[in-house]
């Protein structure tokens, strides 16, 4: 059994940091796809960032160069470090763990949230 468990979210100014973390426990394995997913009221599920098992990491458009994500294998964390939030970053962020980055659905968290204002 798998589980996810995120950390970090929370209010704070445009223009601010925030950090979010995600914990996993269960048979999540360094081969994972391990990522980071939005969702805002009334818009759909957004990509934000994956970083797949050799460590190569995609960006959605909209936080490149402001987010950066890092994972941990032997620990099993995932993190994303966001900086230059923008009232639009504002949403629940998801962890998920999938077997490969073009996989869908996998493994996901209950969500934080982060809002920014």
């Known amino acids: 059994h798998v589980q996810l468990v995120e950390s970090g979210g929370g209010s704070v100014q445009a223009g601010g940091s925030l950090r979010l973390s995600c914990a996993a426990t269960?048979?999540?394995?360094?081969?994972?796809?391990m990522g980071w997913f939005r969702q805002a009221p009334g818009k759909e599920r957004e990509r934000v960032a994956v970083m797949d098992s050799d460590g190569s990491a995609t960006y959605a458009d909209s936080v490149k160069g402001r987010f950066t994500i890092s994972r941990d294998n032997a620990k099993k964390t995932l993190s994303l470090q966001m900086n230059s939030l923008k009232f639009e970053d504002s949403g629940k962020y998801f962890c998920?763990?999938?077997?490969?980055?073009?996989?869908?659905?996998?493994?996901w968290g209950q969500g934080t949230q982060v809002t920014v204002s």
């Open positions: 998920v763990a999938r077997h490969r980055c073009t996989e869908g659905g996998g493994y």
């Open positions: 269960g048979s999540v394995y360094s081969s994972y796809c």
